[in-house]
Structure formats: structure tokens, C-alpha cells
């Protein structure tokens, strides 16, 4: 019996491959003579050959002073970096001077990484002087591969901390393997790497539908792209043509994406660490985003500062849901702190609005601060209504009785009944 053709059959048959080519794939065109109807690189986007030791290589540069705004940010936060680099458990993030910084982006032919993977675009910036110097290294052939990391590696010689935007996943390891096959030394390697996806997932989880560093362009700076953008999914297509028919002219929209990738990263820090060092000053304008930081902020140990935060997020508009996930986190946060008066207040709110840990809690504040076990049974019992008639899963219904039944027995015993 014949079995059904699978999908990747039946698209084979009709002359669909899958993935992306190899950029080895047919004989790419010799970009070094050039072509009168094939625009060459430098005549699509501005920019200069630069000489390395490998070779020739094609760079754009950008200037941007330093206070630039990008959408409603700076590329520069007028504090240091100091929570961030507790956050990154990394101090030299904090005692390095701005200088030392290299904000870095690639654009590549694939996404699957490895050895066929190469990194064509290479956007790197840095502040000099009063400046911040964008420059992008265009790799118009692969055999200007060396040449390309060539040129970053010099652009990266003052540096010392490496700024990505999942970077450490993508960005940095592509690059290493790209240098290790050239026998050539990773010129970042011992840098400190302050990769931004994991904080801004840690400010905008609970608030924000995405963290890609576009939306968060958008919702958090402020900053919409111009129409001129290459949508990154098309990237790879758009190289993959101009080695084939030597026309830049759709290139420029690639290195537009590239070079608004790079300049976001500097803004997103800078408002970042605007947000961590000074939330108070407008740069926090959410509810959520005070929650957020106060999560942070007492994973960092900082409980008094934390609490302060909870109850900014507390004075702002939000969903029930969020309200109530702050108030526990609060109420728990002050019963940490021993703050039990406070806690129990936060408590008796979340108990109002039927949330289960709140009554649970007060049983234990009456139980073992207040030493007042018929208060404690009033609470345990009003535990057990509420779980009964809530609307919960089966093992959480179980797991919740199960708990009460155990503390009613203990406070029972406790009164003598």
C-alpha cells in the first residue's frame, strides 16, 4: 500500500525548496568589475572602501551627536549605570566609561547559524568624543568576509563592553564562529556583554504584547520607522538577489533596518537606566512599569525602594488582575520587611475582592504574630467558603482544602474545641 506524500513532497514536486540557499548556490556576480545596469553599493547607499589587511572593505559611517533624541530618548542617560550592572551582576558595566562602549547588530543570511551561516552587515557604534559613530561593514562578496571582520575588529579595539539586543543567543556567537574559521581572534572576546532582550523583558512582560526591539521602538520610545525599511524576514532573500544580479538598489532599505537597530539599542539603554536610576521623574508613566521595577528592584535587594514602587504602580490606573498581583506582591514584600500592620491591610483588600492567599495569610498573621487563634479560625474558615465556591481546577481546589483542613485542625486543637 502506497503511503500519502508528505508535505515537503508534494512542495518539492512543485519546484519549492526549503530554506534559505547556501550563499555558495550558483556563480555569484563579480561585484569588483561592475555592471552599467546593476547599481553598485556605493552608488545606493553613502560610504568609502576602507584598506585591510585582508582586503577591501565597504563601510557606511553615521554621525549622531550625543544628545540626539531618538524618539522621546537620548542615545545618552544622563546617570551611571549602576542598577543595570547589579542587574547584569557585571560592576565593570557600571565603571567604564561610555567610550568604552560598542553597540553591535548583524544582518545574516540565515537564522539558523553555524558555519553557513555568514554575517554580511555588521553595524557597530560607539561614542567619540561628543559624538556617537555608527559605521556599517558590507560584505559585497563572500570573499570579503576578512576583510569585513577585519574592519570590525579595529572599530572594537578601544572597547570593552559589548551591547546587543539578543546578542548572546545570535549576534555573538555567529561572530565568533565567523573570526574562529578565519583563524582570526574574536576582537570582543573578554568583553563584558550587556545583552538589553533580558531586561526589557523583565520591565515590559506584563505590559507589552511583544519585546521586540521594533514594538518596544514604538510603545516605549516613542519612534516609528520610516517606509524605507527592509522587514527583516525579507534580509536574507534581498542579499541573496544582489549576489546573484549585482543590483544594490534594494540594499538600502537593509541598511536603514540595520542602522535603526543599533541607534535603538543606544536609546533603549539610555531610557532604561533613566527608568531604574530615576523612576520618579516621568520616565516611568505606567502602573505596570513601577510594578515591574519594583520586582526588580527587590531581586536586587532593595526592599525599601521596591515597596515605594509597588505603591506608585498601586496609585495608577490598572486591570484588576495586575492590581491585585501588585498588592500581593507588596503585601508579601512588607511582611518581609516586618511591616505585618501594612501587610495585613493589603491583605484585608485582596481578601475583599475574593483572592484565596489573602485569607491565608491573614490566618498566619493572626495564628503567629497576633497570637489571636480565634481570628486566625475566622480567617481559615472563610479560606475554606472561598475555595469552595471558587472557580478553580480540580488540583487546585484539592491542594487549597487539603492546606485548610490542616490549619483548622492545628487552631482547633490551639482553642481547645
Excluded at 545618552?76 to 566609561?97: G, H, M, N, R, Y
Excluded at 543570511?109 to 551561516?117: A, D
Excluded at 579595529?154 to 545570535?170: D, I, R, S
Excluded at 493572626?366 to 481559615?380: N, P, Q
Aim: aromatic residues 10%; hydrophobic residues 40%; charged residues 25%.
Amino acid at each position: 500500500m502506497n503511503s500519502k506524500p508528505s508535505l515537503a513532497d508534494k512542495l518539492k514536486s512543485l519546484g519549492v525548496k526549503k530554506g534559505i540557499p547556501p550563499l555558495s548556490q550558483g556563480k555569484p556576480f563579480d561585484h569588483t568589475q561592475g555592471k552599467p545596469d546593476s547599481p553598485a553599493i556605493d552608488s545606493v547607499v553613502r560610504g568609502s572602501f576602507l584598506p585591510t589587511p585582508r582586503g577591501e572593505v565597504f563601510v557606511a559611517e553615521q554621525n549622531f551627536p550625543q544628545d540626539y533624541y531618538y524618539g522621546n530618548s537620548t542615545l545618552l542617560s544622563t546617570f551611571p549605570l549602576s542598577l543595570i550592572a547589579q542587574w547584569a551582576s557585571d560592576e565593570k558595566v557600571s565603571s567604564l566609561p561610555v567610550s568604552k562602549f560598542a553597540f553591535l547588530d548583524t544582518e545574516t543570511s540565515g537564522l539558523s547559524g553555524g558555519t553557513g551561516t555568514y554575517a554580511f552587515l555588521v553595524g557597530v557604534a560607539r561614542f567619540v568624543d561628543d559624538q556617537f559613530v555608527l559605521k556599517q561593514f558590507f560584505m559585497r562578496d563572500p570573499a570579503e568576509e576578512a576583510a569585513v571582520l577585519d574592519g570590525v575588529a579595529n572599530f572594537l579595539a578601544p572597547c570593552e563592553v559589548l551591547v546587543t539586543f539578543n546578542g548572546k543567543a545570535f549576534d555573538a556567537p555567529l561572530l565568533r564562529t565567523r573570526y574562529r574559521l578565519h583563524d582570526t581572534l574574536c576582537p570582543f572576546e573578554g568583553y563584558s556583554h550587556l545583552d538589553l532582550l533580558p531586561l526589557a523583558r523583565r520591565l515590559w512582560r506584563d505590559r507589552l504584547e511583544s519585546r521586540a526591539l521594533k514594538y518596544l521602538e514604538e510603545h516605549v520610545l516613542g519612534m516609528k520607522r520610516s517606509s524605507e525599511e527592509a522587514p527583516g524576514y525579507e534580509i536574507p532573500w534581498l542579499y541573496f538577489d544582489y549576489l546573484r544580479t549585482g543590483d544594490a538598489t534594494p540594499l538600502a532599505g537593509v541598511f536603514y533596518h540595520n542602522a535603526m537597530d543599533v541607534v535603538a539599542m543606544a536609546a533603549l539603554l539610555a531610557h532604561m537606566n533613566e527608568m531604574v536610576e530615576n523612576p520618579y521623574e516621568g520616565k516611568v508613566q505606567h502602573g505596570l512599569d513601577f510594578v515591574a521595577l519594583g520586582k526588580l528592584f527587590e531581586d536586587l535587594g532593595r526592599r525599601e525602594e521596591a515597596a515605594r514602587l509597588y505603591e506608585r504602580g498601586l496609585e495608577s490606573p490598572m486591570g484588576e488582575a495586575d492590581f491585585h498581583v501588585a498588592v500581593r506582591r507588596l503585601s508579601i514584600l512588607q511582611k518581609k520587611r516586618g511591616d505585618y500592620a501594612e501587610a495585613a491591610r493589603l491583605w484585608k483588600k485582596a481578601a475583599k475582592a475574593g483572592h484565596m492567599y489573602a485569607h491565608i495569610e491573614l490566618a498566619k498573621y493572626h495564628e503567629h504574630t497576633m497570637r489571636d487563634v480565634k481570628a486566625a479560625l475566622k480567617w481559615t474558615e472563610s479560606a475554606r467558603k472561598q475555595a469552595e465556591r471558587a472557580d478553580l481546577p480540580a488540583y487546585e481546589r484539592k491542594h487549597w482544602l487539603e492546606e485548610i483542613a490542616h490549619r483548622l485542625a492545628r487552631l482547633e486543637r490551639k482553642d481547645g474545641i
